[in-house]
């Protein structure tokens, strides 16, 4: 049931999958991921008046998003009434977290499950991951289940493609991993972990978890502008990230509509390259993307694009690789991440030598593009860059031997 929609001359590789299942809506919709103007739509089918329903949707807002509530009891500024007939018709359901595995660095991964299509009659699952450091939490976010795209060195791009996640899953997830960490008004912390020393636990969101978030724009654009309300949750434009693999037409509604920060998943300065690499490149190839990323909306020194570069030994590491890169992004305000290539049982690929990262990092900082190569996180649960994969999908005896094998040598 996957597409074919373009193939190379010398093998029939797909560039993009479809879904394969559908998403099913349960009988009572959660209010996580709804719109302002569907909150009032919502009070509208409970007969609130027209004249009450803003100043009931920022009631809602404030209990939801601020305080994460988990119940409508807990709404104590509405009605007993009005709380009532909420709760008969809504629930404030997140995605369930079936599994928690903890890294020796502090990341956090969480299994979490959805509602699956009836018709397999199996759930649905995604990845997501929390990363902290001293200073700032950041939380990796999924926006489907499996992948459309193909990528050879990434183990997510190994699944297929089940279904798009709906903005509020999406939501959900930030809502689920607060809720783990204590990190709503009055919350209590974990303590076998790393945990910033700030107010909050998480301060930046990166749509770099499971799925291509440009294949889901919607709702991953809807639920995005809910997570940077300033009354709700309020983390800041400037710190989400969402990063694409060159999805070249919706890179402007990006900008125009969302207005967070961009990420490239880049990897290769060549053509031939990158459409072995990242095989969407074949149907939108390098100097496409580059115009598009020159053209993001508010692009400026203090807005810059990352471009991340995943590091492959003997593949596009050289230091020739290094200068065309630099040569490549002249022009684009531009920060350059270096990212160690993670291994995952079944890949081709090997991560380069510190020694030739470092070489390849000084062409890069030569030229003015900052570029922390950053130890890798939670490489041991596989929770690092690249590692993603629902637990859903069964590992094989091979897979199972490589993965005790890395945790033997890590």
């Known amino acids: 049931m996957t597409t074919l929609v ?7 590789a797909f560039l993009e999958k479809a879904p394969l299942e559908r998403y099913v809506a349960p009988e009572k919709p959660s209010l996580i991921g709804m719109t302002r103007a569907e909150l009032a739509d919502a009070f509208g089918h409970l007969d609130v008046a027209p004249g009450q329903r803003k100043m009931r949707v920022q009631q809602l807002w404030h209990w939801l998003y601020f305080r994460g509530v988990t119940s409508f009891a807990d709404m104590t500024s509405v009605s007993k009434e009005l709380r009532a007939a909420l709760a ?9 977290v079936v599994a928690e595995q903890v890294s020796v660095d502090g990341t956090r991964k969480w299994l979490l499950r959805l509602p699956g299509d009836p018709d397999s009659g199996l759930p649905h699952e995604v990845e997501c991951v929390y990363i902290p450091d001293s200073e700032r939490g950041t939380l ?3 926006s489907q289940v499996g992948c459309t795209l193909n990528c050879s060195f990434c183990h997510t791009g190994t699944q297929r493609l089940v279904r798009n996640l709906t903005a509020g899953e999406i939501v959900g997830q930030v809502m689920a991993a607060r809720d783990r960490l204590g990190d709503w008004p009055g919350g209590t912390r974990p303590t076998d972990g790393v945990v910033p020393s700030g107010e909050r ?6 749509m770099m978890g499971m799925g291509e978030p440009l294949y889901n724009f ?25 990063s694409t693999s060159g999805v070249v ?9 969302i207005g967070c920060m961009l990420a490239i998943s880049l990897h290769a300065v060549r053509d031939d390259l990158r459409n072995e690499l990242v095989p969407l490149n074949r149907k939108y190839p390098i100097a496409q993307l580059m115009e598009a990323c020159r053209h993001y909306p508010g692009l400026s020194n203090a807005k810059r694009i990352t471009f991340e570069y995943v590091m492959l030994k003997g593949v596009n590491d050289s230091i020739e690789d290094a200068k065309a890169l630099v040569r490549l992004l002249k022009g684009i305000p531009a ?7 993670n291994p995952w049982p079944g890949s081709k690929y090997e991560c380069s030598d510190w020694e030739q990262i470092e070489k390849f990092s000084q062409v890069v900082f030569d030229a003015g593009y900052a570029s922390p190569v950053r130890t890798p996180r939670g490489r041991d649960i596989l929770a690092a ?6 637990a859903s999908e069964k590992l094989t005896a091979r897979e199972r031997l490589a993965l005790r094998a890395m945790a033997m040598t890590d």
């Not at 373009?6 to 029939?12: M, R």
């Not at 636990?201 to 990166?206: A, K, L, P, Y």
């Not at 009354?231 to 434009?237: C, F, L, R, T």
């Not at 920060?335 to 290539?341: A, D, E, S």
């Open 6 to 12: 373009e193939t190379s001359s010398a093998a029939t």
């Open 385 to 390: 860059c690249g590692q993603l994969k629902s």
């Open 218 to 242: 919607e709702a991953v654009r809807d639920a995005l502008l809910i997570i940077a309300d300033g009354d709700g949750i309020a983390i800041s434009k400037r710190r989400i990230t969402l």
């Open 140 to 142: 990796c976010v999924s």
């Open 88 to 96: 008969e018709h809504y629930t404030l359901d997140r995605p369930e």
């Open 249 to 257: 037409p919706m890179i402007e509604r990006a900008g125009a509509e």
């Open 335 to 341: 920060k350059i991440n270096l990212i160690p290539f």
């Open 201 to 206: 636990c998480i301060t930046n969101i990166v």
